[in-house]
């Protein structure tokens, strides 16, 4: 039985669970970054040895994960890292009232917001926050200038399990304002946060903490290394696969790191940090023994890799058939012998209470408004992407996007010179096949509205080497436009040869001293994922054309949309 009680702002959650062992043995379940995703998505795994067409994740089978771990063993917390939504047609249609209700359906003992709750503002969220009742951590979040939401934030929820007592501290990426759109909310520092809160549950007899995070995996290995007292962190935010790299390499799969990642702490204890990669395509578990003195004796666990029993491959003709007889079998097989992956099915209450939003987002989901000539492939900077596909020069997609929104204001009469915008601002590439209007909205699902920016040649330079600086969803990507990233260069240095293309297509060098017309996302225009520069330009206007339109127009003109002849981006790696 669990039972929540109110003490100040503090959520006091009180799980009754059977055992007397001296020794806390905790499982904790995680998933993290699962935006909205409530179906599944499809994916690719390496099985029998052949590629093959998967579908990964959806709440209906996280349920039913849940549900087993849950009925074989005693003591288990589930927890959400942040970044429930924002990424499917889910959260466009209905809001966040599913991904909301699905959280408490499915029990989940607390969550921390991460930065994309906050994507339409703080007063949008404080309502979207009134469909959960279980605790939402914030222990780094002030955000008294919106008491609504405020309510509804608490720094740490105390689990107890038949008398042992965890404490679990949230933490949202202090760089939020930069990523979303909070508003008045204010975000501090948060290892000072964190140092502040472990001592004060440790003042209140507290030994087990667990820092449950929404700051990415390398913020979190520093926390672990610098925060004394810290037992476990469970985190989020960089979508980072952990995991056996043997077991995901035989799936076709390539990690960031073991599972756990072991790092040690301030206080001289390994902490184990973990984190379940994206869009609830894994329910991740780690295994805790805690002494009496509250040490983490024992960690060990694995993510589980949610499969679907659906397979296909591409046949001789190159169009997906589903696989029947000896090959289904081989291929049920080769997911059975996996140590991290696992055929589950739905959970039925589940899948029966998401089927009637499914219906409300099924009519956008279904319109064909062209075709992808071949894969393109998203990746937000040049490299090697987790399915071991070489892009030196960066994402086939988004300079696609980019040159939908060139494209969207040439007509208008007041063209722009260039398009920038975030490699985080296009969230997955498109197989080849059709594209439809619901894909669109997928890939572009943050509502942002065209700017136009009147920049010097040297603040685009500017906005370039912040982009380059911070990599990861700040990378940028261009149109009309073209720029060679040198890694092996200073930080404010990297980016040279910075050139744009004039009405007849001829590349001219960019002038410091030229006002150039700059379409951007609304994001970038005020600021997010640190173009300050582009914040300070004076002259803007924001044409209200929507991001996921531009890119709707431009298929729908063209019908089949190509790989570009060029990225835009010469990417030179760090040595």
């Known amino acids: 039985m669990r039972t929540i009680t109110h003490v100040g702002l503090i959520l006091l959650l009180v799980l009754a669970l059977a055992g007397t062992a001296p020794a806390l043995e905790l499982t904790v379940l995680h998933v993290n970054d699962s935006h909205s995703w409530l179906d599944g998505t499809g994916d690719t795994l390496t099985l029998d040895g052949q590629p093959t067409s998967v579908r990964l994740g959806g709440w209906s089978r996280l349920a039913r994960a849940v549900s087993d ?7 288990v917390a589930l927890l959400h890292a942040g970044d429930a939504v924002q990424g499917d047609l889910y959260f466009m249609k209905f809001g966040g009232r599913p991904e909301m209700e699905l959280l408490d359906r499915l029990g989940f003992d607390a969550m921390t917001l991460g930065n994309h709750e906050f994507d339409r503002g703080s007063a949008f969220l404080a309502e979207m926050l009134e469909y959960a009742s279980l605790p939402m951590l914030g222990a780094n979040i002030d955000a008294s200038a919106v008491p609504q939401l405020a309510r509804r934030i608490t720094p740490y929820v105390l689990l107890e399990f038949d008398g042992d007592t965890v404490g679990v501290i949230g933490l949202t990426a202090s760089d939020t304002p930069a990523l979303s759109t909070p508003g008045p909310v204010r975000f501090s520092d948060e290892a000072a946060v964190a140092r502040q809160r472990v001592a004060e549950l440790e003042a209140r007899g507290v030994n087990k903490i667990i820092l449950l995070t929404h700051v990415g995996l390398a913020r979190d290995m520093e926390l672990a290394a610098t925060v004394p007292g ?3 962190i469970v985190g989020g935010h960089s979508h980072s696969l952990l995991a ?22 301030a206080d ?5 940090v973990v984190t379940a990669w994206k869009w609830s395509h894994v329910l991740g578990r780690i295994d805790v023994t805690f002494d009496d003195a509250g040490r983490v004796t024992a960690a060990q666990g694995s993510p589980l890799l949610l499969v679907a029993d659906e397979f296909s491959r591409k046949d001789g003709n190159g169009a997906r058939v589903p696989l029947t007889g000896a090959d289904r079998e081989a291929a049920l097989a080769a997911v059975a012998a996996s140590p991290v992956a696992a055929v589950v099915s739905e959970d039925t209450p589940t899948a029966a209470y998401i089927a009637p939003f499914n219906a409300g987002v099924a009519s956008m989901r279904r319109q064909v408004i062209g075709l992808a000539q071949a894969n393109l492939p998203h990746i937000r900077v040049p490299g090697t992407d987790e399915s071991g596909l ?3 020069h960066g994402s086939l997609l988004a300079p696609l996007v980019a040159r939908s929104m060139l494209d969207r204001l040439a007509g208008t009469g007041s063209p722009a010179d260039m398009a920038l915008l975030n490699a985080g601002a296009v969230r997955h590439g498109l197989d080849q096949g059709d594209i439809t209007v619901g894909m669109a909205y997928t890939l572009i699902p943050f509502n942002n509205t065209l700017f136009v920016l009147e920049m010097t040649g040297g603040q685009i330079r500017q906005a370039l080497e912040t982009g380059v600086d911070r990599g990861d969803g700040a990378f940028p990507y261009v149109a009309g436009a073209r720029y060679v990233a040198d890694m092996t260069k200073r930080p404010g240095q990297r980016v040279r040869d910075v050139a744009v293309a004039g009405p007849d297509g001829v590349f001219a060098p960019l002038d410091p001293a030229r006002v150039y017309r700059v379409v951007t996302y609304s994001f970038l225009a005020n600021g997010g994922d640190g173009y300050t520069v582009m914040n300070e330009v004076a002259n803007r206007t924001d044409t209200g054309f929507m991001d996921a339109q531009a890119f709707i127009d431009l298929v729908t003109r063209v019908k089949t949309l190509a790989p570009p002849k060029s990225t835009g981006v010469t990417y030179i790696p760090a040595r």
């Open 268 to 272: 001289g204890h390994d902490v184990p």
């Open 230 to 232: 810290v037992d476990l």
């Open 390 to 392: 070489n892009l030196p």
């Open 69 to 75: 771990v849950r009925a074989a063993k005693g003591s």
């Open 244 to 265: 056996d790299p043997a077991a995901m390499k035989a799936l076709g799969k390539t990690v960031d790191a073991d599972y756990p990642v072991m790092v040690r702490g």
